[in-house]
Nanobody, 123 residues
């Protein structure tokens, strides 16, 4: 499966952005999906995960209550709605797909990765 993330940009602290990740090549609903991010000088970290059907989600503690992951299997797209953004949310954000049945969480191995999209939050 090929993944293409979009929607990043520059936003002020307290603002919102919505990331999208379009999938192609295979049956999208066969994949659990996740969003990850990597800030300069830091390791890549888990942000959010969603099950194949969209009925189950997981979030990193740092984004709970602010970020929402969702998917539209008819459009082969997964989203990350980011509200109340903070400067520490600045990173390159990546979407990834997993063949596992389990909803992705911190430490979950992912099978496919897309290219990232830059999110910059100014203070």
């Amino acid at each position: 499966v090929q993944l293409q993330a979009s929607g990043g940009g520059l936003v002020q602290a307290g603002g919102s952005l919505r990331l999208s990740c379009a999938a192609s090549g295979r049956t999208f609903s066969n994949y659990a999906m996740g969003w990850f991010r990597q800030a300069p000088g830091k390791e890549r970290e888990f942000v959010a995960g969603i099950s194949r059907s969209g009925g189950s989600t997981n979030y990193a503690d740092s984004v709970k209550g602010r970020f929402t992951i969702s998917r539209d299997n008819a459009k082969n797209t997964v989203y990350l709605q980011m509200n109340s953004l903070k400067p520490e949310d600045t990173a390159v954000y990546y979407c990834a797909a997993s063949l596992a049945y389990r909803t992705p969480m911190d430490g979950s191995p992912m099978n496919y990765w897309g290219k990232g999209t830059q999110v910059t939050v100014s203070s």
